[in-house]
């Protein structure tokens, strides 16, 4: 039981979370770009790009944020 219980605690796994103009991204390594229009996030294996407008960081915490905003389009690449 400790061990799922660490496990879970513990998870590494890159997450993207997408909520109605809310995108929520655990566990990246990097922000590449913050602009109003394009955020540009990188993970140990994968780059995320979210355009739109307005956009903001909305929570920075512990290798996990959320950007907020007028999301149009998230692109994995």
């Known amino acids: ?3 799922e219980l ?3 605690i513990y998870d590494k796994t890159f997450k993207v979370i997408i909520l109605k103009n809310k995108v929520n991204i655990v566990n990246y390594t990097d922000i590449l770009i913050f602009e109003d ?3 540009l ?3 140990l ?3 995320v ?3 739109g407008s ?3 960081i909305n929570r920075l915490y512990n290798k996990e944020l959320l950007i907020e905003g007028k999301i ?3 692109e994995f690449g």
Do not use: A, G, P
């Open 41 to 43: 996030v990188k993970s």
């Open 54 to 56: 307005d956009l903001v």
């Open 37 to 39: 229009e394009t955020i």
């Open 72 to 74: 149009k389009t998230v």
């Open 1 to 3: 039981m400790f061990r």
């Open 6 to 8: 660490k496990n879970i």
């Open 49 to 51: 790009k979210i355009k």
């Open 45 to 47: 294996d994968n780059i």
